[in-house]
């Protein structure tokens, strides 16, 4: 089914310069970035956005690394596009994550993982939510 699903690229891809190398992942894989911007976190958008990790012991450093620097959101557009994008990204920790994804490419550590992709339809609808109003986002007719 044709779906939306929300992403990151993460402070530490930014600052290597990799926007426009993730991109091109992205849409060569067929999915289209349908609504985009550049932010720079604060602590409180930062926890917000991160609430179901709360209790983790990784959360205080998730944050810490989250609001380091500018972030990359997009929305990404395409058949699967949930499903397509993790296969993109690869597995959290890029030591785990198979060979030409952006996490095997890209990631240093399980805590600097340059992407985050939602999990789910349902994540996916909070998470654009949390960055994007209805108006930001382009549908993309051709
Ligand atoms: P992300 O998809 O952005 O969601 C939460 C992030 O926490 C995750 O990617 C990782 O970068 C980070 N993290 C750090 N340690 C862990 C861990 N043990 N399990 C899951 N995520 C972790």
Do not use: W
């Not at 789910?120 to 949390?130: F, G, H, N, Q, V």
């Amino acid at each position: 089914a044709l779906e939306r699903t929300f992403s990151i690229i993460k402070p530490d891809a930014v600052a290597k310069n990799l926007i426009g190398a993730i991109y091109n992942r992205f849409e060569s894989a067929g999915l289209k970035i349908v609504a985009s911007k550049m932010v720079h976190l604060t602590r409180e958008q930062a926890e917000g956005f991160y609430a179901e990790h709360k209790e983790r012991p990784f959360f205080g450093a998730l944050v810490d690394f989250m609001t380091s620097g500018p972030i990359m959101v997009q929305v990404l557009e395409g058949e699967n596009a949930v499903l397509a994008n993790r296969e993109i990204m690869g597995a959290t920790n890029p030591a785990d994550a198979a060979r030409g994804t952006l996490r095997s490419d890209y990631a240093n550590s399980i805590d600097e993982n340059a992407v985050h992709g939602s999990d789910a339809l349902a994540s996916a609808e909070r998470e654009i939510a949390y960055f994007f109003s209805a108006e930001e986002i382009c549908p993309r007719t051709r």
